[in-house]
């Protein structure tokens, strides 16, 4: 645990494989990700008010699918400059904070369809 707090960790341009265990998280990750974006496209072809989030949901779970295989690949195969854990942090950040963003828009679901229930109503008066 004292080696994930240093520089060198971190930012060496030739770093070791991964352990078994982190291996096996790594891989857990990408068949979450694999498995999310499989049930937000059959959730998406559904429609309704939610067809937007699970679109954006699906956009992100297929990208940080791809881009973490393509990391994974590096790592096996120990290319030294690709592989160095920088990119799994930057790439880490960068799944955070598009996420907070799609929940963000998650959080504005409700008020539309409120909105969108008091428009009905009004249609259901009108000629």
């Known amino acids: 645990m004292n080696n994930l707090l240093t520089w060198r960790f971190w930012f060496t341009i030739r770093p070791e494989s991964l352990l078994p265990l982190a291996q096996k998280c790594f891989i857990g990750l990408l068949l979450v990700l694999i498995v999310l974006s ?3 496209i059959i959730a998406k072809s559904r429609g309704g008010i939610y067809k937007g989030f699970f679109k954006r949901l699906y956009g992100f779970s297929l990208s940080n699918f791809l881009i973490g295989l393509i990391f994974f690949f590096f790592n096996y195969e120990m290319v030294p400059f690709f592989s160095a854990r920088f990119w799994l942090a930057i790439w880490a950040i960068v799944m955070l904070v598009w996420l907070f963003f799609i929940l963000k828009k998650l959080k504005v679901i409700p008020v539309q369809k409120k909105q969108l229930e008091k428009e009905n109503e009004l249609k ?3 000629p």
């Open 38 to 40: 499989v049930l937000t």
């Open 124 to 126: 259901k008066y009108l």
